[in-house]
Nanobody, 123 residues
Framework: QVQLVESGGGLVQTGGSLRLSCAASGRTSGFSTMGWFRQAPGTEREFVGRIRWSTGSTIYADSVQGRFTISRDNAKNTVYLEMNSLTPEDTAIYYC????????????????WGQGTQVTVSS
């Protein structure tokens, strides 16, 4: 059994910052990739970025490149999403996801998902 629990969402003004956390528990050994996705009302789930557990290498969607940073703490089985210079377009439910495979941007490739945390950016 694997559980992913996101936290850290909330309401922030344009230009502000938030840090999301994703704590993994259960059978987490063998995780290869942790990803962050987001979904705004009426839209499809969108890739935000991902990090490799072993190397820490990251990639990001163009829309967040330079503003968002993903990091991990292997000892705590936790992944973070640091979000800066937020705009109303970043408003969405943010999900973390995990895969035991080397995957990147495609949501169906991730086996495990958290319940999501709401991020709202006011103008």
């Amino acid at each position: 059994q694997v559980q992913l629990v996101e936290s850290g969402g909330g309401l922030v003004q344009t230009g502000g910052s938030l840090r999301l956390s994703c704590a993994a528990s259960g059978r987490t050994s063998g995780f290869s990739t942790m990803g962050w996705f987001r979904q705004a009302p009426g839209t499809e789930r969108e890739f935000v970025g991902r990090i490799r557990w072993s190397t820490g290498s990251t990639i990001y969607a163009d829309s967040v490149q330079g503003r968002f940073t993903i990091s991990r703490d292997n000892a705590k089985n936790t992944v973070y999403l640091e979000m800066n210079s937020l705009t109303p377009e970043d408003t969405a439910i943010y999900y973390c996801a995990a895969s035991r495979s080397i995957v990147s941007i495609r949501a169906p490739m991730y086996e495990y998902w958290g319940q999501g945390t709401q991020v709202t950016v006011s103008s």
